[in-house]
T-cell receptor, first 111, second 114 residues
Framework: KQEVTQIPAALSVPEGENLVLNCSFT??????LQWFRQDPGKGLTSLLL?????REQTSGRLNASLDKSSGRSTLYIAASQPGDSATYLC??????????FGQGTELSVKP | DAGVIQSPRHEVTEMGQEVTLRCKPI?????LFWYRQTMMRGLELLIY????????DSGMPEDRFSAKMPNASFSTLKIQPSEPRDSAVYFC????????????FGSGTQLSVL
């Protein structure tokens, strides 16, 4: 059974800092891994998808890496802004199409 | 495309009543997921479908919960009878595994069972 852990659970930083959010998963036989953002009271938005054969994906100030063999992924946010404040969740997908989510990291970026 | 559409946005009902949540996935997507989110347990996968066929319903908490997908453009999640512990936000999401696309979520249904 896939278990997903995200560290830290919460993070508060001043604007402009570079951040690293961590995700670990117990079953490395994954098809891909996605990072999502959730704003309070809203649904989730997929930010990045890394296929199992890839090492990283980049979108603007976001960079996600994947080390499948060790069961780890990181989300790097460069030059953080108050608008980045949200909860960030990772979700590995298995070969059968099942996505399991971590509990998320609640990020607060102070102006 | 309008995205994944869920209805109703909010549902308040009394214990013992039947509740039906509805979802319209993005056109062309062949995978559909139902998730439940609470503060205590986070985001839990209840059931998912590929090509309208249920693949894994191991997350459905009890026989009170049932889900159907009669065609590629519509799915329902039914709770009968409802209980206060079912109160949560229920999300529907869809994707296209054929093209390894991202998962797209609806806005969710906030369910309160009194």
């Amino acid at each position: 059974k896939q278990e997903v852990t995200q560290i830290p659970a919460a993070l508060s930083v001043p604007e402009g800092e570079n951040l690293v959010l961590n995700c670990s998963f117990t079953d490395s036989a994954i098809y891909n891994l996605q990072w999502f953002r959730q704003d309070p009271g809203k649904g989730l938005t997929s930010l990045l998808l890394i296929q199992s054969s890839q090492r990283e994906q980049t979108s603007g100030r976001l960079n996600a890496s994947l080390d499948k063999s060790s069961g780890r992924s990181t989300l790097y946010i460069a030059a953080s802004q108050p608008g980045d404040s949200a909860t960030y969740l990772c979700a590995p997908e298995n070969q059968g199409g099942k996505l399991i989510f971590g509990q998320g990291t609640e990020l607060s970026v102070k102006p | 495309d309008a995205g994944v559409i869920q209805s109703p946005r909010h549902e308040v009902t009394e214990m013992g009543q039947e509740v039906t949540l509805r979802c319209k996935p993005i056109s062309g997507h062949n995978s559909l997921f139902w998730y439940r989110q609470t503060m205590m347990r986070g985001l839990e996968l209840l059931i998912y479908f590929n090509n309208n066929v249920p693949i894994d319903d191991s997350g459905m908490p009890e026989d009170r919960f049932s889900a159907k997908m009669p065609n590629a453009s519509f799915s329902t999640l039914k709770i009968q009878p409802s209980e206060p512990r079912d109160s949560a936000v229920y999300f529907c999401a869809s994707s296209s595994r054929r093209t390894n696309e991202k998962l797209f979520f609806g806005s969710g249904t906030q369910l309160s069972v009194l």
